[in-house]
């Protein structure tokens, strides 16, 4: 696994750890963020904003991100 995906999967985990879920598209997600962001930064940025909107919106058990979300935050980031 490189580098930014390896990122991103473990920010993720811990975003789930933190809020005891599970997020069932996060292998989607993964991919979609090492594919579209070149810095370990960028994936911070986008990890911090999922975790922020997981908080807002008091996600519970098991979820599914909204893509559209995630790609909003990598626009963002970029």
Do not use: F, H
């Amino acid at each position: 696994m490189d580098e930014l995906k390896q990122r991103a999967e473990t920010q993720l985990g811990i975003i789930e750890s933190a809020y005891s879920i599970k997020i069932l598209n996060k292998g989607e997600i993964v991919s979609l963020i090492a594919g579209k962001l070149k810095e370990k930064r960028q994936i911070l940025m986008v990890c911090t904003s999922l975790n922020s909107w997981i908080a807002s919106n008091d996600i519970r058990g098991e979820a599914v991100i909204p893509i559209n979300i995630v790609l909003s935050y990598i626009d963002a980031a970029n």
